[in-house]
């Protein structure tokens, strides 16, 4: 009964004795350590458990160890403990194993989720982190380089392309960082877009700096994805050790410092950090933080600027402007935060107190401009492809229970992305009633074969495209073929920045345009300036009259406009 116990124990288990001929062997560890009745005494596994149980033996102490068997799918992971005993005065050892392969698998699949990138393959930041680590403890203390790398305008490119392509791209871009590093070098990505390289050692700045001038140049060919040709260039910023840094955060936090600054300067470039970087982070950092808390206390505001038409001098609509009051009460013109509002992922609830603030005001713009005119508010390229906000933002027109009054502006670049914004966001603006217009026409990634496929209401003609345009003939055929394309496409033509009398004649000689916006007309006007129009029209006849002759001509004074 022992005999057929010991043999059927579903754990391998042997006995050897000093020698390492073994004196007992289970059916289990027969199958685990290969041994058959053609070969009962040899095989790479037993020869190796035979050599393990002579040392074991030899040191008297009992050991558990970690052993691979087999090979292919037949592979098996072992967990056997070694036991020295002496039975009979003799000195034997018994050993037990246990099939541990599955488990083994769990712990690398799950090591492989914790420390390397599911889609690259690459070390994560964690890893990069802990190699960087242990570089700044090691005694040596060699010099070593950590670059910040980003994709330019991944966001775009994962848009126009789709999700996949971007996938995909981030893939070849990891392949092409990896060609040509060192067995002492590490590339990670440490986010959607971002790889952080170490370069160790380095000798000098100069020998990094022409590595990544010869990386910059290896990616700036292009990639072929899903039958696309597609460029995408990386702006890298690059810390050294220890001219920048003594830990791993600072090294890094001052490569991402000077990555930044390379987006700001045109991107798809190299720069090395220095202290004054560090500076213009902090001052970024201040107003980063004065945006958000501007945010929470809702100190915006808006000014309004009217549409006007130049053929009639009535105004069509007017178009809310988002200010900012900072901490003193100075008004801050939109260049200065709507960029890092987009970038901050903060521009959704700016959108959403702009609008607030024009139906608390609605009152004040009926009794100025007219109860009919039109409100148009500017909704940013990022904003338009995200399917949920403009949800969110067209239940809020609905709510204000005149959503007919309002017109959306969005830049072109919104319409030719692959994004959802054509397919399933225009149609709930429609059934709205809500009107799209396409802002600062011209200037972004213009296509005729797009605009065939857009239904907007109306298009803004660049204010580069107006400014002296009575001196410019290029820039007047370029207006031409435009209003010719929207009048084909059945849309209304604004013309943005009308600054001069001279722009104002042009338009309404050698146009057919009806519609202009800028400062000729007016300034934006803030809402406690705003006053019935009786009040600014009484006001504009007083300001023609003491304006030049020229200006005050029949049929081009000012003193008529604003009527409604």
């Known amino acids: 009964m022992l005999r057929d116990i010991f043999r059927l124990l579903p754990s391998g288990v042997t006995v050897q004795d000093e020698q390492g001929h073994f004196l007992l062997v289970n059916d289990a560890a027969a199958a685990q350590l290969g041994i058959t009745a053609a070969a009962p005494s040899h095989s790479k596994e037993l020869d190796h458990r035979r050599e393990t149980g002579i040392e074991v033996l030899r040191s008297g102490r009992p050991a558990i160890v970690e052993e691979s068997v087999g090979h292919g799918q037949l592979k098996q992971v072992l967990h056997t403990t070694h036991r020295p005993v002496r039975i009979a005065d003799r000195d034997l050892l018994l050993s037990s194993s246990s099939d541990i392969s599955e488990l083994k698998a769990v712990e690398d699949q799950l090591f492989r989720s914790a420390y390397y990138d599911e889609l690259t393959s690459l070390p994560t930041r964690r890893v990069i982190e802990h190699r960087a680590n242990s570089l700044l403890r090691g005694e040596a203390q060699a010099s070593f380089a950590l670059a910040f790398l980003d994709i330019d305008n991944f966001k ?36 959607g877009d971002e790889f952080l ?11 990094v700096a022409e590595y990544i001038h010869f990386t910059l140049h290896r990616l700036k060919a292009p990639f072929f994805i899903d039958g696309s040709e597609i460029f995408a260039s990386t702006s890298i910023g690059v810390s050294l050790y220890p001219e920048h840094g003594r830990s791993y955060e600072q090294l890094r936090q001052n490569a991402d410092i000077a990555m930044y600054r390379v987006k700001s300067d045109g991107k798809g470039a ?7 970087m560090e500076r213009e982070a902090q ?12 945010i929470l206390e809702k100190r915006f505001c808006c000014a309004f600027q009217a549409k006007v038409d130049i053929r009639t001098q ?33 521009i959704d609830e700016l959108t959403h107190l702009v609008l607030a603030e024009i139906v608390r005001s609605i009152d004040l713009i009926n009794d100025t401009f007219g109860p009919n005119t039109s409100i148009s508010m500017n909704v940013a390229a990022k904003q338009a492809g995200n399917p949920e906000f403009m949800r969110s933002l067209a239940q809020a027109l609905e709510a204000t229970g005149y959503p007919q009054r309002f017109m959306i502006e969005v830049t072109e670049d919104a319409f030719v992305a692959k994004s959802h914004f054509q397919s399933e966001i225009l149609p709930i603006f429609r059934k709205l009633g809500v009107g799209i217009s396409i802002d600062d026409f011209g200037i972004g990634y213009s296509s005729l074969s797009a ?9 803004k003609i660049d204010r580069s495209f107006i400014t002296d345009i009575h001196k410019r ?18 849309m209304t033509v604004i013309a943005e920045g009308i600054e001069s009398f001279e722009e104002l004649a042009y338009l309404q000689a050698a146009t057919k345009i009806r519609y202009a916006q800028g400062y000729y007309f007016s300034r934006p006007v803030f809402l406690e300036e705003l006053k019935p129009v009786a009040q600014i029209l009484s006001e504009s006849r007083v300001g023609s009259a003491n304006r030049p002759r020229e200006q005050a001509r029949p049929g081009m004074s000012r003193g008529e406009r604003y009527r409604r």
Do not use: C, W
């Open 451 to 459: 605009l065939a496929d857009i239904t907007a209401d109306e298009i």
């Open 197 to 207: 390289l170490l370069l160790n050692p380095i000798q000098s700045a100069q020998e």
């Open 283 to 294: 001052a970024r950092m201040q107003v980063e933080q004065s945006l958000r808390l501007a």
């Open 473 to 490: 003939p290029r820039s007047q055929g370029i207006l031409r073929a435009i209003e010719s394309l929207s009048e084909a496409l059945g």
């Open 270 to 276: 190299a720069l090395f950090f220095d202290a004054s």
């Open 314 to 346: 009535d105004i069509k609509g007017i178009e809310a402007l988002v200010r900012l009051r900072d901490d003193e009460g100075v008004i801050q013109a939109p260049g200065t935060f709507i960029n890092l509002a987009v970038e901050l992922g903060l």
């Open 156 to 191: 775009y490119i994962n848009d126009y392309y789709g999700h996949g392509a971007g996938d995909t791209l981030l893939i070849e871009v990891a392949k092409r960082l990896g060609l040509d590093l060192r067995d002492s070098d590490m590339l990670s990505r440490i986010s």
